[in-house]
């Protein structure tokens, strides 16, 4: 019984141990799991608090590479306008000394254009004059010469020159050299006209038409002779009638200034005349052309 009692106690002993260190361990499994649960918190803070500076920093960088790229953008413009101002500087200074110099050019320029404008406008003003003259001798012509057919003379004005047109009929007869006596009466009325005009001068011009001269005709070789010779003569009836000789030029054109090319009797007869050429002188002309 005694060894009975001693078993018994003996279990008791073991049990109570066992009990006594399942209480331990139990307390501290459970100060362990709230540890354990207190350090994953703070681990689940740690992780989101790093998610958040990733992302902060992230945003950072990306507002640091646009804040590169605009400082880039500045940086360039404040080049780009530094060049430009420099650029405005130069120019600005040959802008000046440009203006200075077209300023001395166009004043020198509008001298010139002024000075030109008074020549031109003497020049115009001695051209109505001529012209005035050139109409007022042409009037006084005519009238000396209203006594003619047209069909035999004629006075015109072409080139700022009176044309004074007298056909074969009214001064010669064929292949003939001397002046009909109406022919006489015509150029001794017009050199009325022209003692009174000292400021004319006068070109006597013979033509012809194709046909040959006859052979044998005195003193004459050809068409040549002829209009040099019917000029000559007028010349003298012209001078002979009190026009000065200084002022009267006797020339020839043979045929070869006809007024109508056709081979027919009309314009033959057409061409045989004798121009009397009155040209108003024109020293002031010139003189004003050679100034210029």
């Known amino acids: 019984m005694k060894k009975n009692f001693y078993r018994a106690s003996l279990f008791l002993l073991i049990g109570s141990l066992s009990l006594s260190s399942c209480v331990v361990s139990k307390k501290k499994y459970e100060d362990l799991m709230a540890r354990k649960n207190a350090l994953e918190l703070d681990k689940s803070d740690l992780e989101q608090q790093k998610s958040t500076l990733e992302q902060q920093k992230s945003a950072l960088e990306t507002e640091k590479a646009q804040l590169e790229q605009e400082r880039a953008e500045l940086e360039r413009q404040k080049a780009e306008y530094q060049q430009s101002l420099q650029q405005a500087l130069k120019e600005g200074k040959a802008l000046g000394e440009t203006l200075n110099m077209n300023k001395s050019q166009i004043d020198k320029l509008?001298?010139?254009?002024?000075?030109?404008?008074?020549?031109?406008?003497?020049?115009?003003?001695?051209?109505?004059?001529?012209?005035?003259?050139?109409?007022?001798?042409?009037?006084?012509?005519?009238?000396?010469?209203?006594?003619?057919?047209?069909?035999?003379?004629?006075?015109?004005?072409?080139?700022?020159?009176?044309?004074?047109?007298?056909?074969?009929?009214?001064?010669?007869?064929?292949?003939?050299?001397?002046?009909?006596?109406?022919?006489?009466?015509?150029?001794?009325?017009?050199?009325?006209?022209?003692?009174?005009?000292?400021?004319?001068?006068?070109?006597?011009?013979?033509?012809?038409?194709?046909?040959?001269?006859?052979?044998?005709?005195?003193?004459?070789?050809?068409?040549?002779?002829?209009?040099?010779?019917?000029?000559?003569?007028?010349?003298?009836?012209?001078?002979?009638?009190?026009?000065?000789?200084?002022?009267?030029?006797?020339?020839?054109?043979?045929?070869?200034?006809?007024?109508?090319?056709?081979?027919?009797?009309?314009?033959?007869?057409?061409?045989?005349?004798?121009?009397?050429i009155l040209t108003p002188k024109l020293d002031e002309l010139f003189q004003i052309l050679e100034s210029a």
Do not use: C
């Not at 001529?130 to 004005?157: E, H």
């Open 110 to 276: 509008n001298a010139d254009l002024k000075a030109r404008e008074q020549r031109l406008a003497e020049l115009q003003r001695i051209l109505d004059e001529k012209d005035k003259a050139v109409n007022a001798l042409r009037s006084k012509v005519s009238n000396a010469l209203l006594g003619f057919n047209d069909k035999d003379l004629t006075v015109n004005i072409r080139n700022g020159k009176v044309y004074v047109s007298l056909a074969e009929q009214l001064l010669f007869n064929s292949g003939s050299t001397k002046v009909d006596p109406k022919g006489v009466e015509a150029l001794k009325k017009l050199a009325t006209v022209l003692k009174e005009q000292q400021d004319v001068n006068v070109v006597v011009e013979g033509h012809t038409d194709d046909v040959p001269i006859a052979r044998g005709t005195v003193g004459m070789q050809d068409n040549w002779d002829l209009s040099v010779l019917r000029a000559t003569e007028i010349t003298r009836i012209l001078t002979q009638a009190g026009v000065q000789p200084d002022r009267v030029t006797p020339s020839g054109r043979s045929l070869y200034v006809p007024l109508d090319n056709a081979k027919t009797k009309e314009a033959r007869q057409k061409n045989r005349r004798t121009e009397i």
